[in-house]
């Protein structure tokens, strides 16, 4: 069975970094594209990030662009999500999903093309 595992979350002040982490069970990384959601108090899921199979090709929302890096270490079956600058704005539980990878399919923006999801880990950015 496909299990994902995000950790890493947790309480930090605006202006500082976090490591997200999405390891993944019952699949091989190497052939899906993995992305990140989020979902705010009081909001549906918003696209946060997301990486093709190999890493060579990612999508970032506006609001994290120049702030949050996706990576993805295959040969571990883990993507990492790099936060900094954390914003209020920021808070949310944040969840990993996968996607098997086809061909000259890059990776979309909707949350019901993703397969398989995580059970989330809460951020909490607050003074």
């Known amino acids: 069975q496909v299990q994902l595992a995000e950790s890493g979350g947790g309480l930090v002040q605006p202006g500082d970094s976090l490591r997200l982490s999405c390891a993944g069970s019952?699949?091989?990384?190497?052939?899906?594209?993995v992305g990140w959601f989020r979902q705010a108090p009081g909001t549906g899921y918003e696209f946060v990030a997301a990486?093709?199979?190999?890493?060579?090709?990612?999508r970032y929302s506006n609001s994290v662009k120049g702030r949050f890096t996706i990576s993805r270490d295959n040969a571990k079956n883990t993507v990492y999500l790099q936060m900094t600058n954390l914003k209020p704005d920021d808070t949310a539980v944040y969840y990993c999903?996968?996607?098997?990878?086809?061909?000259?399919?890059?990776?979309?923006?909707?949350?019901?093309?993703?397969?398989?999801w995580g059970q989330g880990t809460q951020v909490t950015v607050s003074s």
């Open positions: 999903a996968a996607l098997r990878q086809k061909l000259g399919y890059d990776p979309p923006f909707s949350r019901s093309d993703y397969d398989y």
């Open positions: 019952g699949l091989t990384f190497s052939n899906y594209i």
């Open positions: 990486s093709k199979w190999n890493g060579g090709s990612t």
